[in-house]
């Protein structure tokens, strides 16, 4: 039953009640309903977790049944939602030190659990998918899980990216009325003989041609004449520049350098991998 995520589950519901914030699901019904699945996730704010835990809850009753345990950012747990996390079984992810992430999320999935990771390890102030880590692919491949790719547009509007390394986190705008939307596409098999490399190439091309398609649905444009540093500059919003935005990135020299989006690849072009 897992009281503290039934708990969650129920908080989540008031607070987006109280934000009058519509999330849009589509795709549910490819979740497996059961056994390992690995979920791999664009990532544009940093509620995102909720907002694909919402979507599930939109789903088939097998659907809404599983709980799902995301990899998320070590320095949570040491917030007071630290012990809450633990409870539901999320897994810390250091950067610094990724490997134990990856194991713990190797136990869960050979334990029949559903783990949601967020490739980009981060959100692109460019608001395209950024440079992929190939963890995910990887734990599909070792574990045999389904990988489902997952998009979510929409939450920058409430709480997105900084846009200068010096700038401080940036607070979330609670701004009713807004809508976010969660597509789940068709399982992937990943066989054992995989490229891992060439595989999260093809996911980061499935995400970011999903993701342009969520940003270009009307409901989702800026108006015109608007200030949107939420909107990508390449579909005429005014987010950093891409080239910009992957100086802010700082991937490890383990994740694996766009071929999509606009003007990639721009890390190859560059000739740079930044580490933080």
Known sequence: MEPVYAGVIALGRVVLRRLDLTVRASGTEHLPTR???????????????????RALLDGPPDVRRRRVRFLCRHDIWDSPAGPAMTAMRHVPV????????????????????????FPE????????????????????????APLVPVTTWGGQRLWGQKRSVEEPLPRPLLTRGRTVDVV??????????????????????????????LQRRPEHRPRPGEWAPWYPA????????RAASFALDAMPRSAVLPSWG??????????????R
């Not at 056994?35 to 835990?53: M, R, W, Y």
């Not at 596409?185 to 595989?199: F, L, Q």
């Open 35 to 53: 056994g390992p699945v690995v979920l791999a996730s664009t990532h544009v704010s940093f509620p995102d977790f909720a907002f694909i835990g």
């Open 94 to 117: 250091d950067r610094e030190a990724p490997a134990a992430a990856y194991l713990a999320a190797r136990r869960l999935l050979r334990a029949g659990e559903a783990v949601c990771l």
């Open 121 to 144: 390890a981060g959100i692109s102030a460019a608001y395209v998918t950024r440079a992929l880590m190939p963890g995910a692919v990887a734990l599909a491949r070792e574990t045999g």
């Open 184 to 213: 789940l596409d068709a399982p992937w098999h990943v066989p054992p003989d995989a490229d891992v490399v060439a595989t999260t190439r093809r996911l980061g091309e499935h995400l970011h041609a999903r993701l342009e398609e």
């Open 234 to 241: 390449h579909l005429g919003g005014d987010a950093l520049p």
């Open 262 to 275: 606009p003007d990639a690849p721009v890390g190859a072009a560059a000739g740079t991998r930044v580490e």
